[in-house]
């Protein structure tokens, strides 16, 4: 797989349109993705996670640009006063997110990602569903498991040797624990990138995902591009996934124990 189609995979995962001030209208793209609808460019909305607050739930949700572009806090606001993304439970009331938040910007070269975080207040019980307003007047209910419990998107290790769970996204870092081929962990959304020696080329990088683990919250790698240029440039030609794809994303899940927020504290360590 070229780094050009990888950036597509990723982009196939991920969201957000240049905001024009205009709605944005959602088009169902897969399970927990969805198409921005009339937009010049293939933006996916990806739902990532649940987590259990004090005062309720917070959804974390990715969005990506294939352009030089920040988000800007007029399209996060807009996204909130529009109420595309709701969260109900068993009893039916599907809540209005109080604020939309990005606790943090992923760029990458000419990509903007921020991750998001929709933040809902109130007493949740039962079975949660997001409820995705669509275009033409429909939405999708997705289930996102019982409002007790965080729930995140599984991955599994792939990697034929598998993988090490660092305390931060960097191979030299201290390692939280070893995974092995068909172990499972869990997604928050959050990616960060690592390039083995500094005066490397921009794209001779390592991308990290960060990761929920037995109970603990590290980063672990899952695409490593300079091994990609340097079999290419022996072979002539692009590796197999197994030697620079180590982890495959799944469907949902409860990780185990409670690790803290993917965005920060709730005490607004954050930024928020």
């Not at 198409?35 to 917070?58: F, M």
């Amino acid at each position: 797989m070229s780094y050009g189609k990888y950036i597509l995979v990723i982009a196939a995962l991920v969201l957000l349109t240049a905001g024009t001030g205009a709605a944005v209208k959602l088009a169902p793209a897969g399970y927990y993705e969805f198409c921005v609808a009339d937009s010049d460019e293939d933006y996916i909305v990806t739902v990532y996670g649940r987590e259990v607050t004090p005062e309720g739930q917070n959804v974390y949700i990715g969005f990506l640009f294939y352009a030089v572009h920040s988000a800007c806090p007029e399209e996060t606001n807009s996204l909130c006063c529009d109420n595309l993304i709701l969260l109900e439970d068993d009893s039916g009331v599907a809540h209005e997110p109080t604020s939309v938040h990005i606790p943090l910007n992923q760029g990458f070269y000419e990509m903007s990602r921020p991750f998001v975080k929709y933040k809902y207040v109130g007493d949740f019980a039962g079975s949660c569903r997001l409820v995705v307003k669509l275009e033409d007047g429909e939405t999708a209910r997705l289930d996102l498991g019982p409002a007790e419990c965080d729930f995140y998107r599984k991955g599994t290790v792939t990697a034929q040797d598998g993988v090490a769970v660092h305390v931060v996204p960097d191979y030299g870092s201290p390692v939280l624990c070893e995974l092995r081929p068909g172990d499972t962990f869990y997604l928050t959304g959050r990616n960060s990138y690592f390039w083995p020696d500094p005066d490397l080329a921009w794209y001779d990088c390592v991308t990290f995902e960060e990761v929920i683990c037995g109970g603990a919250r590290g980063w672990l790698p899952s695409y490593d591009n300079k091994k990609r240029m340097e079999y290419v440039e022996k072979h002539g030609k692009e590796p197999p996934d197994e030697v620079v794809k180590f982890v495959e994303a799944g469907d949902f899940g409860i990780p185990g124990g409670r690790v803290g927020t993917a965005g920060g504290g709730e005490d607004g360590t954050d930024g928020e």
